[in-house]
């Protein structure tokens, strides 16, 4: 069963605008760790957001915010006032176990945002 | 403040060859890890270690090998090339443990062509 669930291939966005990036995902684990990544076109990944399953509080990181809903098991990716520097391929990823244990991360098949002036 | 370095960038190999791709952190990270990225796909686990002298397999394991025998190096060794393996392949790192655990380190990349 597929762990991590993007199921935006592709999504377009004015400059300046918002934009949810979606992610669900399945765990019988209670304690876990989500975060998202940036892949430009150069190929690198840049950490952007971790959330924790015990966090109380949605994870923001400047213009990234993460709107996590335990029980629905989501964990959407919000970019505020976008920028063309957006335009990247952006993946959800699970650890599960808490804080400590090794991050073998599972990913999802990614969603590739593409920022319009 | 070099992080995580992989060599080398790019590889074409044959169907049948081996090679080792190194991997080196300078954060004193125990836990290490290597990844690969097949085309329009996230990344896949391949192999991880979480101190020198300790390794397990991942999600993906079939075709590699790796081995820590210092903190610094975790070289990904591919035996018997096959296209199968063409991929992009990520080493990464983190702390073992508190909140900066979870910030983890990827290299740039490795970009491996078999034919």
């Known amino acids: 069963a597929q762990k991590i669930t993007q199921t935006q291939p592709g999504m377009f966005v004015q400059e300046k605008e918002a934009v949810t990036l979606d992610c669900t995902y399945d765990?019988?684990?209670?304690?876990?760790?989500l975060f998202w990544y940036k892949q430009p076109s150069s190929g690198e990944m840049i950490f952007l957001i971790y959330?924790?399953?015990?966090?109380?509080q949605n994870a923001t990181e400047g213009r990234y915010s993460l709107n996590f809903q335990k029980a629905r098991k989501s964990a959407n990716l919000v970019i505020s006032a976008s920028q063309l520097g957006d335009s990247a391929m952006y993946f959800c990823?699970?650890?599960?176990?808490?804080?400590?244990?090794?991050?073998?991360?599972?990913f999802g098949t990614g969603t590739r945002l593409q920022v319009m002036l | 403040n070099a992080g995580v370095t992989q060599t080398p960038k790019f590889r074409i190999l044959k169907i049948g060859q081996s090679m080792t791709l190194q991997c080196a952190q300078d954060?004193?990270?125990?836990?290490m890890y290597w990844y690969r990225q097949d085309p329009g796909m996230g990344l896949k686990l391949i192999y991880y270690?979480?101190?020198?002298?300790?390794?397990d397999k991942g999600e993906v394991p079939n075709g590699y090998n790796v081995s820590r025998s210092t903190t610094e190096d975790f070289p990904l060794r591919l035996e018997l090339a096959a296209p199968s393996q063409t991929s992009v392949y990520f080493c990464?790192?983190?702390?073992?443990?508190?909140?900066?655990?979870?910030?983890?380190?990827f290299g740039e990349g490795s970009w491996l062509t078999v034919v």
């Open positions: 990464a790192s983190s702390y073992s443990s508190g909140y900066s655990g979870n910030t983890i380190y």
């Open positions: 765990t019988s684990d209670q304690s876990y760790g």
């Open positions: 959330q924790g399953s015990y966090d109380e």
């Open positions: 990823a699970m650890r599960e176990g808490g804080t400590g244990t090794a991050s073998k991360l599972t």
């Open positions: 954060m004193n990270h125990n836990y």
């Open positions: 270690s979480v101190g020198a002298g300790i390794t």
